[in-house]
Structures are given as structure tokens and as C-alpha cells.
Nanobody, 126 residues
Framework: QVQLVESGGGSVQAGGSLTLSCAAS????????MAWFRQAPGQEREAVAA????????YYADSVKGRFTISQANAENTLYLLMNSLKPEDTAMYYC???????????????????WGQGTQVTVSS
């Protein structure tokens, strides 16, 4: 059973930075497309970024492009999301997700992901 466990959330002031981590177990990263999603109260789930370790390609939502960086440490089986220049509108529960196979077509569709973590809260104050 694939398990994803997020950590690193917290409260930060606007302009600050946070790094989220997603520890994965019981699967081979290169077989999967990994992604971060977020959901704010009363809003729909939003795709944030995705990473394919098979190709090394990264994908970002326009709302975070240039501010967030998704990366992966294969040796640690961990996915990261470095978030810089945070804004109050980035406040949400952030989720790590995985799907097979590894190609990124339709990466922003949450319904295409098979595995989800429990989420970690990010709160950005103005």
C-alpha cells in the first residue's frame, strides 16, 4: 500500500518562505507522477505543481510559477515544495499526490491521482 505523508506546513507572514515535504513509501518514484495540490476552505482543490522523476520535467500552476519549486530527493524517497514570496492567497491545506504511470498529460486533474497524503496546513498572514 502506497503511503504519502506530508510535513512542513505552518504559519508565515506574507513574503516569507516554507518548504513542504512528502515522504513516500512502498513504491518506485520513477514509475509515478508526483504532485502537490491545495484546497482553501470553501474553494475547489487546485493543482499547484507536478514532477516526473522519469523525465525530470516540472509543471506549475500559473498562480505559483516563479515562486514555488517542486523537487525530489530519490535517495530519501521524498518530494519537496519550496514556497517563496508567499501571499495570503496561498493559504490552504496542501496535499501530496501520486499517480501511475509517470507521464504528465493532464497533470492538473486531481481525479487522475490514485494516492493522497493527509495534508499539511499553510497559513500566510498579511
Amino acid at each position: 500500500q502506497v503511503q504519502l505523508v506530508e510535513s512542513g506546513g505552518g504559519s508565515v507572514q506574507a513574503g516569507g518562505s516554507l518548504t513542504l515535504s512528502c515522504a513516500a513509501s512502498k513504491f518506485t518514484y520513477s514509475d509515478y507522477l508526483m504532485a502537490w495540490f491545495r484546497q482553501a476552505p470553501g474553494q475547489e482543490r487546485e493543482a499547484v505543481a507536478a514532477f516526473s522523476s522519469r523525465t525530470g520535467n516540472t509543471y506549475y500552476a500559473d498562480s505559483v510559477k516563479g515562486r514555488f519549486t517542486i523537487s525530489q530527493a530519490n535517495a530519501e524517497n521524498t518530494l519537496y515544495l519550496l514556497m517563496n514570496s508567499l501571499k495570503p492567497e496561498d493559504t490552504a491545506m496542501y496535499y501530496c499526490a501520486a499517480r501511475a504511470p509517470w507521464y504528465a498529460s493532464g497533470w492538473s486533474s486531481g481525479t487522475s491521482y490514485n494516492y493522497w497524503g493527509q495534508g499539511t496546513q499553510v497559513t500566510v498572514s498579511s
